[in-house]
């Protein structure tokens, strides 16, 4: 498409995507000097000690022939890069892979003739295969891995991955299988909504296709019959079959019945006086009010209220474990475990105590203060490394990592501090 305008309109475009092509040339050579970095980093840091010495903290970091990193080395990584620890273990064994079991690659990275992204993809789909057959389909796709499109590489690569060692990739298939799950998360989403992801066997993929088709289709004849509601788009009611599958599931009958209790929902629901909007803290996620209206009023729905937990009321007791309602609180005012840049739900997290416990210490030592959800990893991070963090408020935490760096923890987010005598 030609710009309007003439001629110095035309021109000034062309000076824009000129520019915006030399910008992306130059946003992948610091891709790549990043990925060469993190390798030299992770071959500083990687781990030489047996690993009964290290506190059972070690963690695979890449596929099979990857030398073993510390689980403390990746956390600080991860909160110097402000990533979730899922996303830092993801890079830094993406390009552990690419430097010890696929070199090829890597190679072609360095030359500027495949993506780190292209060479990403590689590292990560072929993760669990073994060092010989990781070499084999390093050596088929490095050459051509700049040439054709993200879904042509994956087939080439699950194909050479086959032709590598055909016993070992029906091996994998069969365990493959027990990596079936769903997920359901609503964690970030401020409109009332959930994600859910699954990875099923085909053919239970094929019945639950054939179940939404059918459900789909019963809500869009009931559609039909009220002339004074709009057709809702097919998608829409797809996503609402879904519901209706649980529920009837739940009642244990194949139709909704007025009276049967399918939805249990336990939520705790924050509002103010001006907002329309109510945090909801199953998912640590926000929803319009009218929504969560509308959920008390779905057929089968059982509400119950409970008392509101005062958030600012100090507990305290004697021994170490710590009372429900101090738990409780704990949880709805972090949401998630408090290390930085964590999002693991709290309720799913060990609850810390903040100053290690003594047995023989005084009395008092389980406090509202003293007590902060910490997910099962981080929690070992903080009682065998480095790691230490302070409460400075309620929901608010100053951690110092074994490298020194200090990090803010809100219940807004994570800030990395300046270090004291730094630039």
Same mark, same amino acid.
């Given at each position: #498409? ?24 130059? *946003?992948?050579?610091? %891709? ?37 990193? /510390?689980? %403390? ?27 010890? &079991? ?53 087939? #080439?690569?699950?194909? *050479? %991955? ?16 027990? /990596? ?33 088709? %059918? ?160 997910? &099962? ?47």
């Amino acid at each position: #498409m030609r710009p309007k305008g003439g001629a110095g309109v035309t021109s000034s475009a062309e000076a824009l995507l000129e520019g915006w092509r030399v910008d992306q040339a130059k *946003a992948r050579r610091r %891709e790549v000097k990043a990925l060469d970095k993190a390798i030299r980093w992770l071959s500083l840091v990687a781990d030489t000690e047996p690993v009964e010495q290290r506190y059972g903290l070690e963690m695979p970091v890449g596929g099979d022939g990857c030398p073993p990193i /510390g689980e %403390e080395a990746v956390a600080e990584f991860a909160a110097f890069a402000q990533m979730s620890p899922h996303a830092a273990l993801a890079y830094l064994a993406d390009a552990w892979d690419l430097a010890w &079991r696929f070199p090829e690659t890597l190679a072609a990275v360095r030359e500027g003739r495949v993506e780190v992204w292209r060479a990403r993809q590689v590292a990560a789909t072929l993760r669990g295969v073994p060092a010989e057959g990781a070499r084999y389909v390093d050596e088929a796709i490095a050459p051509i891995a700049h040439r054709v499109g993200m879904a042509r590489l994956r087939r #080439m690569v699950v194909l *050479a %991955e086959i032709l590598s060692d055909p016993d070992a990739a029906v091996a994998r298939a069969r365990a493959a299988a027990e /990596g079936r799950a769903i997920s359901v998360s609503g964690a970030g989403q401020p409109d009332g909504l959930a994600d859910v992801f699954g990875r099923l066997d085909a053919a239970d993929a094929a019945d639950f296709e054939a179940a939404i088709q %059918e459900v789909a289709a019963e809500l869009a004849t009931l559609d039909a019959s009220s002339p004074d509601s709009e057709p809702e788009p097919l998608d829409v009611r797809r996503a609402k079959a879904v519901g209706v599958i649980a529920r009837r599931q739940l009642a244990g009958s194949a139709e909704e019945t007025p009276d049967a209790v399918t939805r249990v929902v336990h939520t705790y629901v924050h509002l103010t006086p001006d907002s329309p909007i109510a945090h909801i803290e199953a998912g640590n996620t926000l929803a319009p009010v009218e929504r969560v209206a509308e959920w008390c009023r779905t057929a089968g729905t059982k509400v119950i209220i409970r008392p509101v937990l005062d958030l600012a009321e100090s507990h305290t007791r004697d021994g170490y474990v710590p009372s429900e309602t101090m738990r409780e609180q704990a949880i709805l005012i972090n949401r998630t475990c408090v290390h930085p840049w964590c999002d693991r739900p709290a309720r799913a997290s060990d609850l810390d105590h903040i100053t290690p416990y003594e047995n023989q210490g005084p009395p008092g030592q389980t406090t509202s203060t003293n007590l902060a959800p910490l997910c &099962r990893h981080h929690h070992r991070l903080k009682t065998h490394s480095g790691w230490q963090y302070q409460h400075l408020e309620p929901g608010i935490y100053l951690w110092t990592s074994p490298a020194g760096r200090s990090y803010l923890r809100t219940q807004t987010g994570s800030t990395s501090l300046p270090t004291i005598g730094g630039p």
